[in-house]
Structures are given as C-alpha cells and as structure tokens.
C-alpha cells in the first residue's frame, strides 16, 4: 500500500461530531468516512483492519467446529411472521417489498433464515450438532445514530449459530462458543468482562454480553469485586429491596384517606407525614406504541429501570405518557395509585400495571396515591388492596447496594457491548417447523444458540483501548500493516532503497505501508503515529551512507540497526518468529 495514492488521507483536527477518542482517531487516521447517518464505509486502511478481525474469527470459529454459511440479507416477511417477530421487532426492521408485492425485510439478524434452514436441511439426529457462522452484513433502522462505528443502521457481524438435538448439546455449544469469542477479543487486544445481560428481541435464555469498559460506553454495567459478578444494570438485581422495609413505622390496618396538600412528589409527601420515602408507593407511567399506557408502581426510595419494564412489559418502547392518558384511566398525576382502577388480567380490558417487588412482596402497608388531588392513602397492602397485572424487577440498581450474592456493594461502571450470546431453545425451530428425527423415529424441534460480534464496533473499542495523544497504537494482529516505511530526503538514493526494502519485507511475510508522498519529515513522523502502525522504518541519505536503517517501535524509542539486520531486527520488535 502507498500513500501517495491510497483513497482516503489523515486529518489534522477530528470532525465537530466525533465526540470520543476512537471515532475521532478512526476519522483522522483516514480508516473511516460517514456517507449517510448510521451509514460509515470503510477506507482501505479500515478495510484492512477489518480483514485482520474477521481472519482471527475465522479462525477461532474452524478451531471450534464452525462451518462458514451466508443467508441472504433481503428475507421474505412470511418467515418473520411465523416466528411473529415481523410485529414485535417495531421500526427498527426495515420493510419493502418486491415487484410483485410480496412483503420483504432487511435482516436485522438472521435466526429465522437459520431456522428455515435447519427445517430444509436437518432431518436426522446423526445430523447433530452443527455449528454454522457467517461474517455478514445487518441493517438495523436505529432512531438515534452516534458515536460513530458504536452504533451504525449497516454493519458487518460475526453471526453463528449452533444446531443442537436437545438442551444439553446446547450447553455443550454455548461453551464452545465462548470460548471462541473469548480468545477473539483477546488476540484482538481488548479488554473486556463478560457480563448477564436481557435477550431482548431475541429471546430465549442465558444472554451473555462481551463489554469493552468506555466512558463512551451507552451501557452501564453493575459489578461486584467481592463475587465477581457483573450485569448489564437492564437485568442486574441488588439485594434487601423486598424485605418488608417499606413499612417501617405505619401499621397494615384499614386503608384510609388522608388529606396531603400541596404532595405531588414523594420527597414533599415523606416530609409531611414524617415517614421515609421507602414507606411510600410511587407510581410512574409511560405511553407505548404496542400496549398504549404503561401504569409502573415502584418503592418510592427506588427509580424505574426502562429496559426492565420494556422487557417485563414486552413492549419496544417507552414514552412518556400525556396527562390525558393518565386521567382517561382514571389516575391523577402526582396522586396516582392502582388502587379502584380497573387492572388489565389476563388479556382482559383494564390499566396495564406492573409493579416492582419491592411494593408486592412483603412490603407490608405503604403511602399511596388516592386518585385525588390532595389526598392519598395510608395502609395499602398489595393482594388486599390492589393487584398488578404483572409482578418483576423493574428496579434500576444504583451504585452502592449490596450485591445480591454476596452483599458486597455494587460499582456502576460505564460499557459498550461488543459481542453477545444466548440460548434460544426452540422458541424459532418449532415456530418454522424445523424438526429432526431422534434415535426412536419420533419428531423433536431442533434446539439452537445464537452468537454475535460486531466488527466495525470492535474496530473502533481497539482504537479507544490502544492510542496515545499522537495517534493510534494496533496491536500487531490487527494493525493494517506491519511496517510503516518512509524515504526522507529529496535525492533518488532513499526512494531506490525504499522500493528494495518493500521486496524484502514482502518476502519475508510482512505487510508494508509505504509513504511516497512528497511531504516533509515532520508531516510524515506525524502521520506514522496517527496511524499507528507497530514499526515504523526509516531510510535517508546519511542512513544509507552509514549502512544503517531506523526502526521505531510505535510508543517505543528510535534505533539505528544495521541494514543486513534489518529483518531480524523487525521480527524481534514486532514479536514475530526469526
């Protein structure tokens, strides 16, 4: 590769909207351009870089037992239908249609083709287990694209899939995949913790998140250094919320109105009545496009976690909700309880209420809203007075509560989410008909697990990791080349002896970037560090003469070696065998 006539060049200053070190690096360093929003393409040395990624997957996944697959991007919407997730999965599927009308959509992941596929193919349990992966291209219809590769509509993913007779050849996968993508983001370079997260749209069980710890992170994570554990803080739990605390000093008598004038938030109710914030029920509602309003009740020293009641409610999205659709279901904002409402069971008609543990187990008599403004309630007890449609976590978990193994408090730490796990079952088989004969001739649903890395986000987490003021700094298994070489001076001697060290340095195995272009010394020593690449070589006239070339190890210090050792030498800075 040459500068000279490489498509895309270095950039002096970040772009305005590049907020974070690895999206401004990746722009400078000329791996990356924005086309559209959510729309990034990839310059060659980027283009080089995700080449080395995707060589390390392939083959962390052919030591696993991978077989590489490729579905089509365009799925007919009928198989999304089955598996009922054409509705469910909201504005982020991008829908169209062909020609003839028929209804398509852009995969925003591929386990319903994965599921017509093993119903095509899988016919017997001797054709147990299979693993398949793909190094493919998804689109998801983001509403808020940012931080450059963190979070694009179209990007490339490691995409596998493993075909199982039954839930313990499962376990036997999901490990075996683990451990593939473990070893994957370490010879990356990243630094990472696996974390319990939510299966989201996915489904099933056992999600597993690969988290680079960021401050640019749109994740935040609950860790314990005292057990270890650690959980994207949509799932995370913490321990002593439903012990019965909330009815520290009021008795569990008869419910009974009292006048709070002026009370529209717990901390102006707890004050007036001389009671804790963990006494009272607090009540928050949110508007959704899939089940319209959303009643949440929650301990009034506690805050609603979004992702927990998105995934207890089922719903896509959160919103909040007008002070029209609170009053038409005939609760009172600032005064609001489920107590007289009409609560949907069942499916039937009615509010939807989901209520946290911490008010319905144990809690014994809580403060509560009357539905009237000025008033609210003494003594409500869950069971007695009111019920919920759906009784779950939907805490968020705050720095410093006590872990809930080991009671250990808990630290919050921003991530980003560059891989991901889960078992699916046959939640996707069974929905298809994608059934194998076993060893007695009866019909079972194949069993899967669905696994994934981003590669255009791991690009931009190794950038974040490995950089200094001046620039990047690759590691050696990803960088886009080995060597930056460059021939200072203005006579033909360098460039002569450029063009030999390219031939030599190609021969021995290595990859070489050659600055050609006519720039001064100082533009040139500065684009090598923007661009990071672990060995930079240098060739001059007065080099030449004393029979020498400069190797600089990218962070490390220059050295003049002489020119017959120049391999060794090379090979010896960038770890690679003599």
């Known amino acids: 590769m040459r500068l000279s006539n490489m498509l ?56 696993a037992g991978g077989q ?46 994965v599921a017509e596929l093993a119903r095509r193919e899988v016919g017997s349990y001797r054709q147990l287990p299979a693993l398949i992966y793909q190094i493919h291209t998804k689109y998801r219809d983001e509403m808020r694209t940012k931080g450059g590769l963190m979070r694009l509509r179209e990007f490339t993913m490691l995409d596998a899939y493993s075909l199982d007779a039954d839930e313990a050849g499962l376990d036997k996968s999901y490990d075996a995949v683990a451990v593939a993508f473990e070893r994957t983001l370490e010879r990356c370079g990243v630094a990472y913790a696996a974390v319990e997260a939510g299966a989201g749209e996915m489904g099933g069980g056992e999600a597993r998140e690969y988290m680079a710890l960021s401050p640019s992170g ?35 008598g008869a419910m009974e109105e009292i006048a709070t004038p002026n009370t529209a938030t717990i901390a102006d109710l707890a004050a007036l009545l001389g009671v804790p914030e963990s006494a009272t029920a607090k009540a928050v509602f949110f508007d959704t496009p899939d089940r319209g309003l959303i009643f949440a009740v929650i301990r009034g020293d506690l805050e609603v976690s979004e992702e927990k009641l998105r995934a207890a409610a089922r719903v896509s999205e959160l919103r909040p909700a007008s002070a029209e659709q609170i009053a038409a279901a005939g609760a009172v904002a600032g005064y609001a309880s489920p107590v007289g409402l009409i609560v949907s069971e069942g499916g ?22 009357a539905n009237r403004a000025g008033y609210h309630l003494r003594n409500v007890v869950y069971g007695r007075d009111w019920r919920a449609t759906a009784v779950a976590d939907i805490a968020a978990v705050r720095a410093g509560d006590p872990c809930a193994r080991c009671g250990a408090p808990l630290a919050l730490d921003r991530g980003v989410e560059i891989g991901h796990i889960f078992k699916l079952g046959d939640r996707y088989t069974r929905a298809v008909g994608a059934t ?10 194949v069993v899967m697990g669905s696994y994934g890395i981003g ?41 002569a002896a450029a063009e030999e060290l390219i031939g030599e340095l190609e021969a021995a195995g290595l990859r070489v970037l050659y600055d050609d ?14 661009i990071g690449l672990p060995l930079r070589l240098v060739v001059s006239d007065r080099l030449l003469a004393a029979g020498e070339l400069e190797l600089k190890p990218r962070g490390g210090a220059a050295v003049k070696v002489p020119r017959a050792d120049l391999l060794r030498a090379a090979r010896n800075m960038l770890g690679a065998p003599a």
């Open 455 to 495: 590669v255009e986000r791991l690009m931009q987490i190794i950038i974040e990791q490995h950089h200094d003021e001046a620039g990047i700094i690759w590691p050696a298994s990803v960088a886009p080349a080995d060597v930056h070489l460059m021939a200072l001076g203005k006579g033909e001697s360098p460039k």
């Open 517 to 530: 272009r006519g720039e001064s010394a100082g533009v040139k020593f500065n684009d090598a560090d923007l």
């Open 68 to 113: 590489e697959f490729r579905t089509p991007i365009v799925q007919p919407a009928a198989l999304w239908e089955a598996t009922g997730r054409y509705q469910e999965y909201g504005p982020l599927m991008l829908r169209a249609s062909d020609r003839a009308g028929r209804p398509l959509v852009v995969a925003p992941t591929h386990e319903e083709a």
């Open 218 to 252: 749109e994740d935040t994570l609950a860790r314990c250094a005292g057990c270890g554990y650690a959980a994207n803080v949509e799932v995370a739990v913490s321990g002593g919320r439903a012990l019965g605390v909330g009815s520290r000093g009021l008795g569990a």
């Open 8 to 63: 895309g060049r270095t950039l002096r200053d970040a772009p305005a909207e590049a907020e974070h070190a690895g999206h401004q690096l990746a722009m400078r360093a000329g791996l990356a351009r924005p086309i559209a929003p959510g729309s990034y393409a990839l310059l060659p040395l980027g283009m080089a870089v995700a080449r080395r990624i995707e060589a390390i997957m392939h083959a962390e996944m052919a030591r």
């Open 436 to 445: 194998y004969l076993d060893e007695a001739g009866a019909a079972r649903p």
């Open 348 to 369: 039937s008609p009615g509010v939807l209420v989901v209520a946290d543990p911490s008010v319905a187990e144990g809690a014994g008599g809580l403060v509560a809203g």
